[in-house]
T-cell receptor, first 109, second 115 residues
Framework: GQNIDQPTEMTATEGAIVQINCTYQTSGFNGLFWYQQHAGEAPTFLSYNVLDGLEEKGRFSSFLSRSKGYSYLLLKELQMKDSASYLCAVQDSNYQLIWGAGTKLIIKP | SAVISQKPSRDICQRGTSLTIQCQVDSQVTMMFWYRQQPGQSLTLIATANQGSEATYESGFVIDKFPISRPNLTFSTLTVSNMSPEDSSIYLC????????????FGEGSRLTVL
């Protein structure tokens, strides 16, 4: 079956760095997405990786290793507004999105 | 990017009733996706709404329970029929972006509570 694993919850301190991991087993691979979802709101797109390596976008970076079935989202200089759930989603060989359960990130002052 | 308007934003419904959620996109799109997000959980795809043809339902979801309309390329509705408390959830409409990544854009969601 298809499966995506990410930690349920993480806690970090304002100003620090946090890495949220995502491992996947899917039928084929056509890209991996990270979304941010604040409580009570819809998910918003953060990043997309289809080739191995690191994609940097401001304070957020996303890394992919296809051979390991592994990705991480790196958040630097954490701000209180970064408190949210972070969803990992993989696009399989049929371009269907397989969603992880999400990681709730709690930022403490 | 795509701007998606979804309504109602929230509603409280009685068991056994039905509710229709509307989704309007600011551009023409071939496919519109309907998701459910139960409390504390991730997204589950209910169905894909195609203009001019029947919606494609995912395993565990049936047309009688979740009828979908797609009258044109910018609008779709999802009806949650004969509701029970287990249907209490957030329902989200989404479309693919037109760029290289094809990321999803979501409506604001409709939070339904069934008593």
């Amino acid at each position: 079956g298809q499966n995506i694993d990410q930690p349920t919850e993480m806690t970090a301190t304002e100003g620090a760095i946090v890495q949220i991991n995502c491992t996947y087993q899917t039928s084929g691979f056509n890209g991996l997405f990270w979304y941010q979802q604040h409580a009570g709101e819809a998910p918003t797109f953060l990043s997309y990786n289809v080739l191995d390596g690191l994609e940097e976008k401001g304070r957020f970076s996303s890394f992919l290793s296809r051979s390991k079935g592994y990705s991480y989202l790196l958040l630097k200089e954490l701000q209180m507004k970064d408190s949210a759930s972070y969803l990992c989603a993989v696009q399989d060989s049929n371009y269907q999105l397989i969603w992880g359960a999400g990681t709730k990130l709690i930022i403490k002052p | 990017s795509a701007v998606i308007s979804q309504k109602p934003s929230r509603d409280i419904c009685q068991r056994g009733t039905s509710l229709t959620i509307q989704c309007q996109v600011d551009s023409q799109v071939t496919m519109m996706f309907w998701y459910r997000q139960q409390p504390g959980q991730s997204l589950t795809l209910i169905a894909t709404a195609n203009q001019g043809s029947e919606a494609t339902y995912e395993s565990g979801f049936v047309i009688d329970k979740f009828p979908i309309s797609r009258p044109n390329l910018t609008f779709s509705t999802l009806t949650v029929s004969n509701m029970s408390p287990e249907d209490s959830s957030i329902y989200l409409c989404s479309v693919r972006g037109q760029g290289d990544t094809g990321e999803l854009f979501f409506g604001e969601g409709s939070r339904l509570t069934v008593l």
